[in-house]
């Protein structure tokens, strides 16, 4: 899909350097990749949320050496 964009060159052509990439294409397509890996793992984090235990649980009765 051809598309026209306004991109910051010096940003980038930071960008490409940073990444050792030969062409614009492949660094916007490269940082969109990761943008969206980005995302998906923040989301898959915020799932998680909070450990609870029951009252009666007792962590150190799991490190006896018997």
């Known amino acids: 899909m051809a598309t026209n964009l306004a991109?910051?060159?010096n940003l980038l052509i930071l960008a490409q350097n940073i990444a050792g990439l030969k062409t614009k294409k492949d660094t916007v397509n490269q940082a969109l990749k990761e943008f969206v890996q980005r995302r998906k793992q923040e989301?898959?984090?915020?799932?998680?949320?909070?450990?609870?235990?029951e009252d009666d649980y007792d962590y150190k009765a799991m490190r006896s050496r018997k």
């Open 7 to 9: 991109i910051d060159d």
């Open 43 to 53: 989301e898959i984090v915020s799932l998680f949320g909070e450990v609870s235990y």
